[in-house]
């Protein structure tokens, strides 16, 4: 019996002694630091605007609110047959408000001369997809001041401006081409340090930028016809031996 208890003990002591090795090592391998590398990939294309917008506002005067009128119906006629020989269509072209001034009821109504009693102001909005049209219209308003009519010096009337609609039709070639390129820097990284590219760890596909197709400080992006779109991926990989 004695014999019996001292294996029993032994085995029972080899069986701790083991199972503290098992949970000792699984300790130092949990406490090994993940081997990971963090890599981005850029993606760009260069595209055409295909959207464009060209607010204009013109104003007219006159000693009385009828002469104004008439001023600002033939300022408002020149305009529409200007954008119509360019080919743009009636439902391109909407008239976005009509402001009235009567100078005599101001402040200053003692030193506003006569003639330039009332002033009306209107705006006007063309929107189309002949950005290359509205372009060229846009470079072209002194044959519109040939003609009298006054423009407002206000930067709502300071050209069109152009913008891109079609990201979506980019997105996946963009998102596949910005992965391939960050998995070849972590491939490159990885080489480096005698490693190999594991799964990925986390993924970030990043946000879509439309940009202009030149940065020039302090100029008005909307105003290029050119754009470029462009996407930032960030990815995290695990490395392996």
């Given at each position: 019996?004695?014999?019996?208890?001292?294996?029993a003990a032994l085995l029972?002591?080899?069986?701790?002694?083991?199972?503290?090795?098992?949970v000792g090592t699984s300790?130092?391998?949990?406490?090994?630091?993940?081997?990971?590398?963090?890599?981005?990939?850029?993606?760009?294309?260069?595209?055409?605007?295909?959207?464009?917008?060209?607010?204009?506002?013109?104003?007219?005067?006159?000693?009385?609110?009828?002469?104004?009128?008439?001023?600002?119906?033939?300022?408002?006629?020149?305009?529409?047959?200007?954008?119509?020989?360019?080919?743009?269509?009636?439902?391109?072209?909407?008239?976005?408000?009509?402001?009235?001034?009567?100078?005599?009821?101001?402040?200053?109504?003692?030193?506003?001369?006569?003639?330039?009693?009332?002033?009306?102001?209107?705006?006007?909005?063309?929107?189309?997809?002949?950005?290359?049209?509205?372009?060229?219209?846009?470079?072209?308003?002194?044959?519109?001041?040939?003609?009298?009519?006054?423009?407002?010096?206000?930067?709502?009337?300071?050209?069109?401006?152009?913008?891109?609609?079609?990201?979506?039709?980019?997105?996946?070639?963009?998102?596949?081409?910005?992965?391939?390129?960050?998995?070849?820097?972590?491939?490159?990284?990885?080489?480096?340090?005698?490693?190999?590219?594991?799964?990925?760890?986390?993924?970030?596909?990043?946000?879509?930028?439309?940009?202009?197709?030149?940065?020039?400080?302090?100029?008005?992006?909307?105003?290029?016809?050119?754009?470029?779109?462009?996407?930032?991926?960030?990815?995290?990989?695990?490395?392996?031996?």
């Amino acid at each position: 019996m004695k014999f019996v208890g001292v294996v029993a003990a032994l085995l029972l002591a080899l069986g701790i002694g083991a199972a503290g090795w098992f949970v000792g090592t699984s300790l130092v391998e949990s406490r090994q630091p993940l081997r990971v590398v963090t890599v981005k990939g850029l993606s760009e294309r260069a595209v055409q605007a295909n959207l464009g917008f060209w607010p204009i506002r013109f104003v007219a005067t006159g000693a009385t609110l009828e002469d104004a009128r008439a001023s600002l119906e033939r300022s408002e006629a020149a305009v529409q047959k200007f954008l119509a020989d360019r080919g743009f269509a009636e439902d391109e072209i909407q008239v976005q408000s009509v402001l009235v001034e009567d100078r005599a009821a101001g402040y200053n109504a003692g030193s506003t001369p006569d003639e330039f009693r009332f002033v009306l102001t209107e705006d006007m909005l063309v929107t189309t997809d002949k950005v290359l049209e509205l372009a060229d219209a846009s470079r072209s308003v002194a044959d519109l001041l040939r003609q009298g009519v006054v423009f407002s010096s206000d930067a709502y009337s300071a050209g069109a401006s152009f913008v891109f609609t079609g990201i979506n039709d980019l997105k996946s070639e963009m998102l596949t081409e910005a992965t391939q390129r960050a998995k070849e820097t972590a491939e490159q990284f990885a080489a480096e340090s005698g490693a190999k590219v594991g799964a990925i760890q986390t993924a970030n596909q990043g946000v879509f930028e439309i940009l202009p197709a030149v940065e020039i400080p302090n100029d008005r992006p909307e105003k290029q016809f050119d754009k470029k779109v462009r996407v930032v991926s960030t990815i995290t990989y695990f490395l392996v031996d």
